[in-house]
């Protein structure tokens, strides 16, 4: 199955370098990932707050990719699966 969504990743640098509310709140996260349509930093499911799928939730946003260190992957959460992402959209990614 291809992914309809892909096409709306976009090269966006990140807004934080960490997860964006937890750096509000004081709270802590396990793994981040990156927005791939407004650029927003959410802590993974593996984190307390689940950030990350809060903010798909909230915006309907449907890519995010690692934001870890040499990690070159994406998801999609309207499809529940992994995603190639084109290569100008790692522009950001650490």
């Not at 950030?51 to 995010?64: G, R, S």
Request: with cysteine.
């Amino acid at each position: 199955m291809s992914c309809e969504h892909i096409g709306q990743a976009k090269p966006l640098p990140p807004k934080t370098e960490g997860c964006e509310e937890c750096l509000k709140s004081g709270s802590r996260w396990v793994h981040l990932r990156l927005c791939l349509t407004c650029g927003h930093v959410g802590c993974c499911d593996s984190s307390p707050n689940r950030h990350a799928t809060k903010h798909f939730h909230q915006t309907q946003h449907p890519i995010v990719a690692s934001f870890e260190p040499d990690e070159r992957w994406a998801w999609c959460f309207v499809d529940e699966d992994a995603v190639d992402l084109p290569r100008e959209a790692l522009k950001y990614l650490r």
